[in-house]
C-alpha cells in the first residue's frame, strides 16, 4: 500500500528555523510536493524535489534522499503567517497517469 | 477570476437533500481532480478527469456523482449523503495527469459540507 508519514504538530519561535520531516512509501515514485495550507484555505504549492539532494527557494528549502524514502521541508526566519498545516505529497504512477497521495499534514503554530 | 474557484464555500444539507458542488478553473488545464478532507485525515483523492474523460474513481460510493462538461469546470452531484461525509472537498488542476516536472496541482478554496 502507498502511506506517507509526517508529524502532527509542531511550534517553534518567530525568528527561528524548523525542520519539518516526511517518510513514505509507494508503489512508485514520480516526485515529491510541499504544500503550505492555512486553516479553511485552499493547499497552495511550495516546493518539488524529484531528484535527491536540497531545493531552495527563499526562506523555504525541500531536500528529499529517495533512498531512504524521506525528505523534509526547512523554514528559515520564521514569521507568524508562516502558522499554518504543511502537507508533504508524493507523485506516483498508476493505471497510465500520475496519483498524488498526501500526509495527514503537519501543523505549525510560530510563537512571537 | 483566476484560478481554480468552487462554490458554494459553505453548504448545509440533510441526509435526503440533493445538492451539487461546482468547480471552475481559468489556468486552461486539462486535468481536473476531487478530493475529501476530513478533520486530522489526509487528503483523499475521490475523482480524476483526463481531459473530461474519467480516469480514476478511488473506491467512491456512488452517492458521489462527478461530472465533467468541459475541461474548465467539473461537478460533484450529492445525494442521500451521511453524516460521516461531512468534510472540506477540494478541487484541483493541472496542466495534464502527466509526471512533468511543472506539473503541480492549483487547489479552489474548498466547499465545507456539513450533512445533518
Known amino acids: 500500500g502507498q502511506n506517507i508519514d509526517q508529524p502532527t504538530e509542531m511550534t517553534a519561535t518567530e525568528g527561528a528555523i524548523v525542520q519539518i520531516n516526511c517518510t513514505y512509501q509507494t508503489s512508485g515514485f514520480n516526485g515529491l510536493f510541499w504544500y503550505q495550507q492555512h486553516a479553511g484555505e485552499a493547499p497552495t504549492f511550495l516546493s518539488y524535489n524529484v531528484l535527491d539532494g536540497l531545493e531552495e527557494k527563499g526562506r523555504f528549502s525541500s531536500f528529499l534522499s529517495r533512498s531512504k524514502g524521506y525528505s523534509y521541508l526547512l523554514l528559515k526566519e520564521l514569521q507568524m503567517k508562516d502558522s499554518a498545516s504543511y502537507l508533504c505529497?508524493?507523485?506516483?504512477?498508476?493505471?497510465?497517469?500520475?496519483?498524488?497521495?498526501f500526509g495527514a499534514g503537519t501543523r505549525l503554530a510560530v510563537h512571537p | 477570476e483566476t484560478g481554480v474557484t468552487q462554490t458554494p464555500r459553505h453548504l448545509v444539507m440533510g441526509m435526503t437533500n440533493k445538492k451539487s458542488l461546482k468547480c471552475e478553473q481559468h489556468?486552461?488545464?486539462?486535468?481536473m481532480y476531487w478530493y475529501k478532507q476530513s478533520a486530522k485525515k489526509p487528503l483523499e483523492l475521490m475523482f480524476v478527469y483526463s481531459l473530461e474523460e474519467r480516469v480514476e474513481n478511488n473506491s467512491v460510493p456512488s452517492r458521489f456523482s462527478p461530472e465533467c462538461p468541459n475541461s474548465s469546470h467539473l461537478f460533484l452531484h450529492l445525494h442521500t449523503l451521511q453524516p460521516e461525509d461531512s468534510a472540506l472537498y477540494l478541487c484541483?488542476?493541472?496542466?495534464?495527469?502527466?509526471?512533468?516536472?511543472?506539473?503541480?496541482?492549483?487547489f479552489g478554496p474548498g466547499t465545507r459540507l456539513t450533512v445533518l
Open positions: 505529497a508524493v507523485r506516483y504512477p498508476s493505471g497510465g497517469y500520475n496519483k498524488l497521495i
Open positions: 484541483a488542476s493541472s496542466q495534464d495527469s502527466s509526471g512533468r516536472i511543472d506539473n503541480e496541482q492549483f
Open positions: 489556468l486552461g488545464h486539462n486535468a
